[in-house]
């Protein structure tokens, strides 16, 4: 398991290389995801910051990055971006089969949309990135967010029993001539797992991450990262929000236990 919790490309200045009319990059800044930036099916963002940061993971939720697209991060040390201490190389978004919704905004309602998350070494000293995108499939690059920062994962993975949940919203009434009626509304998913085995120096950054992001703050979740089965770990990934304060339990001498739900954006 890994999670981003703090996402440090909120303190970032982009610069996207073009923008299509109506969908500005301060869209990335919030979290209404149907509120996007969009540019065209190449597309390079300069990232800057004013103080060092220190970067292992990039998240796209929420986006139109189809299967076949591609990215490449590169990562500089000075704002001239003369000095380059990482190079991701240009990696191809592999196969993803389980989205049958699609993607884009207009799915977002029900569902659609892809995450796409990129590991990398862990790189300090970090003032400027830049990330080439490309996208073959359709004629656009649509972001709804842009998550950066280190990722936290556990010594102990989560407990076996994990589940999504589909959550559908509609409401389903049967009329006076017995015909059942449905009225469509959102659907989502929620990720729920158990830690079974906290070790002191997990529980304090874990207990940190609920004091700190509380039910407010999104955060991104990979129950399977980097895992081989691209759909499994594509069905176990969340950008989401608690959605209610986990207790921490205390069962045996030298470890702690909590269940955790997130609940997708």
């Known amino acids: 398991m890994r999670v981003v919790y703090k996402n440090i490309g909120d303190s970032a200045q982009y610069f996207p290389s073009s923008t299509v009319s109506g969908y500005p990059i301060e869209n990335v800044f919030t979290d209404i995801k149907g509120n996007t930036f969009r540019g065209g099916t190449t597309l390079n963002i300069l990232a800057t910051w004013a103080t060092t940061q220190t970067l292992s993971c990039l998240v796209f939720p929420n986006c139109s990055l189809t299967n076949g697209s591609t990215v490449r991060i590169r990562l500089y040390s000075d704002a001239l971006g003369s000095v380059l201490i990482l190079d991701t190389g240009v990696i191809t978004m592999p196969t993803v089969d389980n989205y049958p ?13 892809f995450t796409r998350a990129l590991y990398f070494a862990k790189t300090s000293g970090v003032i400027r990135a830049s990330i080439d995108l490309y996208e073959p ?5 649509e972001l709804s967010r842009i998550v950066m920062g280190e990722y936290w994962q556990s010594k102990v993975g989560v407990e076996y029993g994990y589940t999504v949940d589909y959550v559908d919203n509609s409401i389903t009434l049967r009329t006076n001539a017995n015909t059942l009626v449905t009225d469509a509304h959102t659907r989502t998913r929620v990720l729920k797992f158990v830690l079974p085995y906290l070790s002191g ?14 039910m407010h703050v999104p955060m991104f979740v990979s129950l399977f990262p980097g895992d081989p089965n691209v759909n499994t770990e594509h069905m176990y990934q969340v950008y989401g929000k608690v959605s209610q304060m986990p207790d921490i339990i205390y ?6 236990t909590s269940n955790l739900e997130i609940e997708e954006i």
């Open 101 to 113: 919704v699609g993607t884009g905004i207009y799915t977002y309602s029900v569902g659609g949309g």
């Open 137 to 141: 499939n359709i004629g656009y690059i």
């Open 201 to 214: 120096s997990d529980l304090t950054t874990y207990s940190n991450i609920m004091r700190l992001n509380q």
């Open 251 to 256: 069962p045996s001498n030298g470890h702690f």
